[in-house]
Nanobody
Framework: QVQLVESGGGSVQPGGSLRLSCAASGFTFSSYAMSWHRQAPGKERELVAHIGAAGTSTNYAVAVKGRFTITRDNAKNMVYLQMNSLKPEDTAVYYC?????WGQGTQVLVSS
């Protein structure tokens, strides 16, 4: 069965960095685009970043462009989200998505 398992969330001060990881299994990872989404309390889930199957095409939400970087390692079935210059408004549960499935999410809290 398809599994997406996120890790790397936590608490960080404004201006700090975190790297989220998502381990994928149960499908041909290298054939599918992957994406990161987030959902803040009281808000709808939103797309943060998207990466094509080969890893050469990426897209970002305006709010994170220039601060976040999505990458993937098709040999390891992993997708990453490097988050720099974090702001309090980045606080949310971050979800990995691929092959029509969602991970369980990992909490990111940005607070002083």
């Amino acid at each position: 069965q398809v599994q997406l398992v996120e890790s790397g969330g936590g608490s960080v001060q404004p201006g700090g960095s975190l790297r989220l990881s998502c381990a994928a299994s149960g499908f041909t990872f290298s054939s599918y685009a992957m994406s990161w989404h987030r959902q803040a309390p009281g808000k709808e889930r939103e797309l943060v970043a998207h990466i094509g199957a080969a890893g050469t095409s990426t897209n970002y939400a305006v709010a994170v462009k220039g601060r976040f970087t999505i990458t993937r390692d098709n040999a390891k079935n992993m997708v990453y989200l490097q988050m720099n210059s974090l702001k309090p408004e980045d606080t949310a549960v971050y979800y990995c998505r691929g092959f029509g499935s969602w991970g369980q999410g990992t909490q990111v809290l940005v607070s002083s």
